[in-house]
């Protein structure tokens, strides 16, 4: 209910402005007044919605008394009572703010029509003030977020007019002079989303945050953060008396301080990219990516790296494949089910690509996978049998991409080919004994060496006629069948890759003749090694 007091020297005025159904228009009479200056105290105690004044009082008049309230309390509303010889003199004072005058004697249908609509005007604007209230409430509990918004959208690009982005940024209150972009990613994301649950996470991505933010500040710097996904950005603003050397040395210090109390707080490291110190605000997005290319090289260097682009900007990426030696030592210790070999060639695999500058992550990734699929593929063409186990074992191969560093990436991949390899050996053990298992190693292994079923025989200590019989019995082939059907398949292969010519693999895959290579290749194929390329690759030509 509205409150209201009266303020007038007539006593039988307020008795009678008393005896009005205040409680049926929506109000009550919360005191009354006899001359301005108690009026004044009445207001203060009280805190009406609206008076009901003379504008003729002894002391302090009504307009003296109307203009001091609004002052003092602008959102009171007043009415004031005059009389006809004053009616002329209250006009010209309504600049006071006076809601409305009323002549005296007054209606009663006057006063209660004025009352009722100042009553609702008085409703509406308390309503429109406590949803304003409401908003201006939501507003600042989304404040947070929206600058977090405002912030990404900088980052990703979506804002580039300089002079939008400069109205936007002040609207937060946030000035950004020169500047550089860090970006945070913790390591090992694969554990730390398993080791911890949703809410661990969200409290220790706070505290990633809170860890960064402050200590920017305590340096002296402004820091606006921004969390994407699994990655947190902060961009670090200097003061003018900052040059860019030492905004580069700044944000080199803050990234070192913040590994290091996130090492000391917090179970896990994080790795840091850093961008090249920038003065104009709409190249902040260039910056960004900056600090991006920046963190992935941590690839390489492993967990808790720290990298600043103008420390790897020289280097221009590559596509990255794979030597031809160790894509056949693993395929061979793959079909061969020989760990130990897969072993030595994934390291070796590693260390060529640790070693090489520039390497482009995204092609590697790729071409491990395709690599690791066609090596899949060509074991289950000869052991249709163990295709489905084969592919189970491959399934990490979609969890590759996610692989931060080469140290993680590599050790799925051997985890992944070790699985494999031990397939193939169990399949083969369970199908052969141990001497046949041995002769298709060697086979898979020395295929293009000169190989002999008397020099086998030999090896073994088993007569050429048994060790022919116990291979066709266990294998389904004779040894030459099977000794033929791996180089012709690592031809092949070769040819399909267009890396070399058929000459050059005749010899590569055992056949020291050419013309009996083409013979046995055409044999088996249909087709010639040259018709079989051009096949395979589309591309016409020789390669003799």
Known sequence: ?????IVDDEPLIREGLKSMPWERWGCMVAGEAEDGEDGLALVEETRPHFIITDIRMPGMDGLVFSKTVKERYPEVEILMLTGYQDFEYAKTAMHIGIRDLLLKPTKFDELEKAVRKLIVDIRDREMSRREH????????SALPLLKNKLVHDLLHGYLYAPNVIKDRLASFDIQIGRYAVMSIQIDNRQLFETAYSGE?????EYAVMNIAEETAKSIGLQAVTDYDHDLFSIVLSYGPEYSLADCAKASMKTGIDIQSFIRTYLPFTVSIGISEPWEKIEKINQAYLQSIEALNHNFFLGDDALVR??????????AYFFEEEDKQGLINGLRAGDIRKVRETVERMKLRIVQSPGVNIPHLKISLMELAFGSVRAIGQFNPGMLERLMQAAMPLSRLESMATVDRLFDECMRMFEDIAGIVDESRQSRFSSTVAEVMKLIQYDYGEDLSLDMLSEQFKLSTAYLSRLIRKETGNTFMANLTEVRLEQAKRLLESGSKKASEIAGLVGYK???????????????TPN????QRTGEGGTFL
Not at 200 to 204: E, I, P, V
Not at 309 to 318: C, H, P, R, V, W
Not at 513 to 527: A, E, P, W
Not at 531 to 534: A, F, P, R, T, W
């Open 309 to 318: 682009f103008q420390d790897i900007a020289s280097e221009k990426e590559t």
């Open 1 to 5: 209910m509205l409150k209201m007091i």
């Open 133 to 140: 209230d409401r908003l201006r409430d939501q507003m600042r």
């Open 200 to 204: 661990d996470r969200m409290l220790f």
């Open 513 to 527: 003749d050419f013309s009996y290579f083409i013979q046995v290749f055409k044999k088996h194929t249909g087709l």
């Open 531 to 534: 018709e079989y390329k051009d």
